[in-house]
């Protein structure tokens, strides 16, 4: 099924001057997680908004090595969608593969990583839909502590391992080869180093580092992969995805719900980390979800109510 469609269907073209500055700190009171965050003084970003109010559940997205945007649908009719950069629908594809299609996560080669929440898998595909590898069997969730209980998000290493946050019917996270081999998994339930409450999201920087968000205890756990817990940072409003880009600047897409604070309850936001977890900037992006920075330095976020926000990086 081909949609006639325009990034327009979905975007209001609504634009409006956001600027990204280095975090000040807040004189009101915050929960103790947040007066965790380390804070420092930071260069200013300027942004273009370009902002959707449509309703449809957009998941994730990702995009490819000319900028082409990815976004994954995850009701009416699920399936990903691809738009180029100027907002001109391409094409979608998936329409007969996904059950609930929820992270997506797209390769140096243009190889994307889809996990479906609704029929426990993990897909490999090409950019024409083509299935080169499926990771566990549909509509079975694994043994406890097996692959996979709704995964939220798949990933591949530079070494070309693959690994999984796994996800919102269980707290562990997979690794295996890039053949499919199962080698390892690690995680329990629980607040402390190491235990999950929710791994809602996962990256592995050139370090060979593995970053999880850990989204119910509103921090990021970093661990080797081999599994061993390494650091955490906290302080973080409900972390839903992780990007990280080449110069490890790390991206966080906080839906801020559940936090305690309206003001977060209301907007959401982006956190940008130094490669040490401290805060170099925030900017506000309601509900998010979702998040991927183009080569140009643009984000894209998915919003589940709201559907998706671009913030046009712009020239200082």
Not at 50 to 56: C, D, G, H, P, T
Not at 262 to 288: K, Q, W, Y
Not at 296 to 308: A, E, H, M, P, S
Request: hydrophobic residues 35%.
């Amino acid at each position: 099924m081909v949609l006639d469609l325009r990034f327009s269907d979905y975007f209001l073209h609504k634009t409006v001057k956001s600027v990204l500055l280095a975090s000040k700190r807040d004189k009101r009171s915050k929960p103790p997680y947040q007066a965790a965050v380390k804070k420092v003084m930071g260069e200013k970003f300027v942004y273009d908004e370009v902002l959707s109010w449509k309703s449809i559940v957009y998941s994730g997205v990702a995009c490819d090595s000319q900028d082409r945007v990815y976004i994954i649908r995850r009701t009416h009719l699920p399936a990903i969608l691809v738009f180029d950069s100027e907002g001109n629908f391409l094409k979608s594809f998936g329409e007969d593969l996904f059950e609930v299609p929820h992270g997506i996560w797209m390769s140096p080669e243009d190889i994307l990583y889809c996990t479906d929440i609704g029929n426990h898998t993990v897909t490999k595909l090409s950019l024409e839909g083509e299935v080169l590898m499926t990771l566990g069997t549909k509509g079975q969730t694994g043994a406890p502590g097996e692959p996979f209980n709704r995964p939220t998000r798949a990933v591949e290493a530079p070494s070309g391992d693959i690994f999984v946050s796994d996800g919102y019917g269980q707290e562990r996270v997979h690794r295996f080869s890039p053949e499919g081999d199962l080698i390892l998994s690690w995680g329990t339930k629980g607040t402390g180093p190491g235990q999950f409450t929710l791994p809602h999201s996962i990256w592995v920087d050139r370090k060979e580092w593995v970053y999880v968000a850990d989204r119910m205890s509103g921090r990021i756990e970093i661990f080797n992969v081999e599994g061993k817990f390494l650091n955490q940072w906290i302080g973080l409003a409900y972390p839903n995805e992780i990007y990280i880009d080449q110069h490890n600047t790390v991206y966080v897409a906080e839906s801020g719900l559940g936090t305690g604070e309206p003001a977060f309850v209301d907007a959401g936001r982006v956190s940008v980390l130094n490669a040490e977890g401290e805060t170099l900037a925030r900017i506000r992006s309601r509900i998010s979800h979702g998040i991927w920075v183009d080569s140009k330095g643009n984000i894209y976020v998915t919003n589940l109510i709201l559907g998706i926000t671009k913030h046009v990086r712009k020239t200082p």
